[in-house]
């Protein structure tokens, strides 16, 4: 079975490092300024030629409350109205992207993040998804995949209400921890009955899946009152959940300065933590997707890992890796075909930009022959745990061993600590080095010698 995972603490401790997270191969560490709004108008060309669908990213940056540990994009504001000259700038952005795209083109996935997108009214939201309907081939039969970033407290049945009718049918819950000493640690107070709220709306309004966040490592924690949390989740039943590993890291993302590091507990209770969380979701039924994602066997992840389909973009694992990404948005990245592109993560800069009817890509990178062999070989064992030289071979037109001769030492060296299977026809990720799969894909990362690792979380 695919969801198979065996702890082996000794493996944990060896291959325990700092990497990426591969939700793109060139990673955006690699992003520079030398790539710009040309670039992507070439690529969006490409993209009209070829009628590919899209998929459709949309930031909001605004929170209410600022939660210590996060490392997103996000501007902190009571001041809803904050949210009416960023709007404007995203709409224009939407009709400046969309002239260059085929109306054929459907859009099978949408999601929208941030920050909190249940900032804006319930008025800004219907506009927002108007505009969206008058520029984009959106789907009318509830047949796309079609998401939005929740918090609780900012949610309500009317807020649940509105999505659904505006055609969401997928919601992802922030949660992180229920317990209420590590809510105060991190400022985000939230009680169980308002994500139970929230949830039962979704269920009710028929939303076709729920995803929680949970995050490990906090402040305050322990692996007794985190069992007790992901208890109280498994309750709630969501279709997916994420669990991922907090990264202590205040010189690069300031709110975290908040947090007392003396509060946060030991390396080895954070394993307990993990191990205790994969032996809870396991016995409840989960299945291990892999990248600290969870998900039942009849949601559509798990499916398609079994039938070796699943992707991997910058929305996370998906089934929709086939579509051209589009990120609308301060910050919000793109990937067309072999482009990457991001906005400006200044809201100032973003709003400016657009002002002056220019499109806000500040940074990219155009991928060459060796980076398209690597991503889809780091792509095959992050998404299916494995994989068949000859497919790449054949794609490529590359002997792989060859290709990657100067590796295989390092391959030979996992295979005899048992993370891999490794003979001359594939690669297997065994189950003791399912949790460990980004150390394995770090093995063909040809740009992580020249970067500094303090800028990627560890593995777990």
Request: with cysteine; net charge negative.
């Amino acid at each position: 079975m695919l969801d198979a995972i065996r702890w082996d603490s000794d493996l944990i401790r060896r291959y325990d490092l700092a990497g990426p997270r591969y939700t793109s191969y060139p990673t955006a560490v690699q992003f520079h300024s030398q790539v710009g709004t040309f670039d992507l108008f070439h690529a969006l060309r490409d993209s009209r030629k070829a009628l590919r669908p899209l998929s459709l990213y949309v930031h909001v940056p605004f929170c209410a409350n600022i939660c210590y540990y996060c490392a997103c994009n996000k501007v902190i504001t009571k001041d809803r109205g904050r949210a009416l000259p960023y709007l404007q700038r995203l709409e224009q952005e939407i009709q400046l992207i969309a002239c260059h795209l085929d109306p054929a083109q459907k859009v099978e996935q949408l999601h929208f993040g941030g920050g909190t997108p249940t900032f804006l009214s319930h008025d800004e939201l219907r506009q927002l998804m108007a505009h969206l309907r008058k520029h984009f081939n959106l789907l009318e039969d509830d047949s796309g995949d079609y998401g939005i970033e929740i918090d609780p407290r900012e949610a309500d049945w009317s807020t649940m209400g509105l999505l659904r009718e505006l055609g969401f049918n997928r919601v992802s819950i922030g949660l992180q921890d229920l317990d209420p000493a590590v809510q105060r640690a991190v400022n985000r107070l939230q009680s169980l009955e308002e994500t139970r709220a929230v949830i039962d709306a979704a269920r009710t309004l028929q939303f076709r899946s729920i995803n929680i966040d949970l995050i490990y490592g906090l402040p305050k924690q322990t692996p007794e009152n985190f069992a007790r949390t992901v208890e109280e989740v498994i309750s709630l039943q969501p279709d997916r959940l994420s669990v991922f590993n907090y990264a202590h890291l205040p010189e690069r993302f300031m709110p975290q300065r908040r947090i007392n590091g003396n509060e946060l507990p030991e390396p080895a209770q954070k394993l307990e933590m993990l191990e205790r969380t994969i032996e809870q979701l396991t016995a409840a039924g989960y299945r291990y997707i892999g990248m600290d994602h969870f998900a039942l066997p009849d949601d559509e992840l798990a499916i398609a890992q079994e039938e070796q389909t699943l992707q991997r973009n910058f929305q996370g694992y998906t089934t929709h890796g086939h579509c051209d990404l589009i990120g609308l948005g301060v910050s919000a990245i793109s990937q067309i075909g072999d482009l990457y592109c991001q906005n400006s993560s200044d809201l100032n800069e973003y709003q400016n930009t657009l002002a002056a009817a220019q499109l806000a890509t500040s940074r990219g990178l155009v991928c060459n022959a060796d980076d398209r062999l690597r991503r889809a070989v780091i792509q095959q064992l992050i998404c299916n745990f494995s994989l068949e030289f000859a497919a790449i071979e054949q794609q490529f037109n590359i002997d792989f061993q060859g290709y990657f001769g100067a590796l295989w030492p390092q391959l030979q060296g996992m295979a005899s600590d048992g993370l891999i299977a490794l003979d001359r026809e594939r690669i297997a990720v065994l189950p003791a080095g399912r949790l460990l799969v980004r150390s394995v894909c770090m093995v063909f990362d040809a740009y992580l010698e020249q970067q500094n690792r303090q800028r990627f979380s560890r593995v777990i």
